[in-house]
C-alpha cells in the first residue's frame, strides 16, 4: 500500500497520521512535550523534548505497516516560534513560541515609533510579542550574549528539518508569519532586518512549501525506520492548513479552529492588510493567502477552569467513564444561553487578535449570588467565542461578508460549543468528519508536490460527511443582547490592562 504521513507540530504535542492516496486516517500517534513557563509571560519548549515527540511519533505508524510504501511525509506546524543557534549550530536558547510574551515592552515601543505600522503593511504580522520581530528585539536588548552569538534563527519545523537533513531553509508559509518576510516581494523583509540589526544571512534561505528534501542523514533514517530517499515536504503553518484541511478556500467561507488557541481565517488570493493592524495575513502557498485573526485563549483557557473550578470533577468523569471536559460541558449545558448575565473575558494568556494586548488579564463581569460554577463554566466557553466575534467583526471589514463557517480544533467534538458558535455568530456552522484537518492537508500538499494531484481542489472529496448546525433563534436573541456589552466592556478594560499587568510582574515571582 501507498501511504503519506501528515505532521502536525503543535504548541504541547506533535502528532503523525498516517494517511492513504484518498485521504482515510489509517492510524495516528500523539506525543506531547512541556510548555516551560518558568518565569513571568515565558512559554518555551525543549528541543529534545519535541525531537524526541516527533520521531517517536513516526515510527509508531510507521511500524503500523511493515509494507507500507510511504510516499512523503508532509508538515503542518505552529507558527512564530524562534531559535537561536551559534555558527557551529549548538541552541542558544529553547524554542521561544507564539506564547511567549515576554518581548512586550519592546512591542509596545514599535507601536509608539510608528516603524510597527510601516512594518505590519510589508509583511501582513501584526506587531505583537508573539512575532520573532519582537522576540528578536528582546534578545537584542535583554540578552545580548545570546543575540550577539548567534549566526543563526529558525522555528520548530526548520530545526527538525535541519537536524535531519542537515539544511537551513524555511518554507515562505512560516516565514509570512515571522514579521521579518516580505509578502509582497516574497523575500526578507528590509526594514524589518534593519530594526532588528539581523542581517539576511541569519535568516534561513526561503522555500516553496512544496519544496521537499530527500537525503536523510543515515542515523535518523534508521530512527524513523524510513528510508533515506523518503521525501519531506515543508507544508505550510497550522493556520493556513487548517482552512484547506476543511476545504475552507472559497470566498467568503471561513474556518474558526479552536484548540489550545483559536483563530477565525478566510482564503484569499493575495495578501491582505487591515488598516487598522487588526488581521494578518500568511501564505498557504504563492496562490494562496490566509486572511484572520488569531486569539491565544481556546481550550488553554477551558483547561483553567477543569483544574481550578472542577478538579474534583475529574474523579467523578474517572467513574462514569467519561472525559472530565464532556463532563463539565454537559454540566455548563444546563445552564440557559447567556449564563444569566455571567461575562467573561477570557485573556488569561494576554490577547492577539482583535486587542493586540499582551497586558491583558482575564476577568468575570457580573457575578452575583445567584451564580454557580455552572454558570461560570458556560460564560467561560460562551467568552471563548464572543471573542472570537470580535475577530469576525474586524475580518468582515478586509475581506467582506462572511457566508458560512468551517468548524475545526479539539472543541468541534462538542455540540455544545458547535451550537454556540452558530448562535453567537448567526451563521450556519458545518463540522466536517476530518478531524486530523491540518495533517490531512498537509499531505494534499505532499500529493500536489509529487505530481500526484493537479490541485488544492482534491480536498473536498476527502473531508468526508459534514454536519451543520444551525442558529438558534431564542439564543442568538440572548447574544444579541449580550455580545455589545462583551465588546464595550473589552475596550473599557483595556485602559487598566497595563496596570494590573504590571503589578502582577512586579508582585509575583
Not at 463554566?377 to 472570537?388: H, K, M, Q, Y
Amino acid at each position: 500500500m501507498d501511504y503519506l504521513i501528515g505532521v502536525d507540530m503543535g504548541t504541547t504535542s506533535t502528532k503523525a497520521v498516517l494517511f492513504d492516496k484518498a485521504g482515510h486516517v489509517i492510524t495516528s500517534a500523539n506525543k506531547g512535550y512541556n510548555l516551560y513557563r518558568d518565569e513571568p509571560d515565558m512559554a518555551e519548549e525543549d528541543l529534545d523534548e519535541i525531537f524526541e515527540a516527533f520521531s517517536d511519533a513516526i515510527r509508531e505508524v510507521v511500524r503500523y505497516d511493515k509494507n507500507a510504501n510511504i510516499l512523503a511525509v508532509s508538515f503542518s506546524s505552529a507558527m512564530h516560534s524562534l531559535i537561536a543557534f551559534d555558527k557551529d549550530w549548538t541552541p542558544l536558547t529553547r524554542v521561544i513560541t507564539w506564547a511567549d510574551t515576554r518581548a512586550v515592552k519592546y512591542t509596545e515601543k514599535l507601536k509608539a515609533n510608528g516603524i510597527g505600522d510601516e512594518i505590519y503593511a510589508h509583511t501582513g504580522t501584526p506587531i505583537h510579542p508573539m512575532a520573532p520581530l519582537s522576540k528578536l528585539l528582546w534578545l537584542k536588548n535583554e540578552h545580548p550574549d545570546i543575540y550577539n552569538n548567534a549566526a543563526h534563527y529558525l522555528g520548530i519545523k526548520e530545526y527538525i528539518f535541519h537536524r535531519l537533513f542537515g539544511v537551513n531553509r524555511m518554507d515562505i508559509s512560516i516565514a509570512s508569519g515571522t514579521g521579518m518576510f516580505n509578502s509582497f516581494n516574497l523575500d526578507w523583509d528590509e526594514q524589518a532586518l534593519e530594526v532588528t540589526g539581523v542581517k539576511q544571512e541569519q535568516m534561513p534561505e526561503t522555500v516553496d512549501p512544496y519544496a521537499m528534501e530527500t537525503d536523510m542523514i543515515e542515523e535518523y533514517s534508521v530512527l524513523l525506520g524510513l528510508p533515506k530517499d523518503t521525501p519531506f515536504v515543508y507544508g505550510a503553518g497550522d493556520g493556513p492548513l487548517s482552512n484547506l484541511g476543511v476545504n475552507a478556500v472559497q470566498p467568503g467561507v471561513a474556518a474558526v479552529t479552536i484548540g489550545t488557541s483559536g483563530a477565525i481565517r478566510v482564503v484569499t488570493d493575495a495578501p491582505k492588510i487591515d488598516p487598522k493592524g487588526r488581521t494578518f495575513t500568511y501564505a498557504l502557498d504563492r496562490d494562496h493567502w490566509v486572511v484572520g485573526g488569531p486569539v491565544n485563549n481556546g481550550g488553554d483557557v477551558f483547561r483553567w477552569v477543569r483544574n481550578n473550578l472542577f478538579d474534583s470533577e475529574k474523579s467523578t468523569a474517572s467513574l462514569l467513564n467519561m472525559d472530565s471536559y464532556d463532563l463539565i460541558t454537559e454540566i455548563a449545558s444546563q445552564v440557559p444561553a447567556g449564563a444569566n448575565g455571567l461575562i467573561f473575558h477570557p485573556y488569561l494568556g494576554g490577547e492577539r487578535a482583535p486587542i493586540w494586548d499582551a497586558n491583558a488579564r482575564g476577568s468575570f463581569f457580573g457575578l452575583t449570588h445567584g451564580h454557580t460554577r455552572a454558570h461560570m463554566a458556560r460564560s467561560v466557553l460562551e467568552g471563548i467565542i464572543f471573542n472570537i466575534y470580535m475577530v469576525e467583526l474586524a475580518l468582515e471589514e478586509v475581506v467582506g461578508d462572511l457566508k458560512s463557517i468551517q468548524a475545526t480544533g479539539g472543541f468541534a467534538r462538542s455540540a455544545l460549543w458547535r451550537q454556540m458558535l452558530a448562535d453567537i455568530f448567526e451563521q450556519p456552522v458545518t463540522v466536517p468528519e476530518a478531524f486530523e484537518s491540518g495533517a490531512l492537508a498537509a499531505t494534499v500538499m505532499a500529493q500536489k508536490a509529487l505530481g500526484l494531484v493537479d490541485s488544492l481542489d482534491v480536498i473536498g472529496d476527502m473531508v468526508g460527511e459534514a454536519n451543520t448546525y444551525q442558529p438558534n433563534p431564542e439564543n442568538y436573541e440572548v447574544y444579541r443582547e449580550l455580545a455589545p456589552i462583551f465588546i464595550r466592556l473589552s475596550r473599557q478594560l483595556q485602559t487598566e490592562y497595563k496596570n494590573i499587568a504590571d503589578f502582577q510582574r512586579a508582585h509575583i515571582k
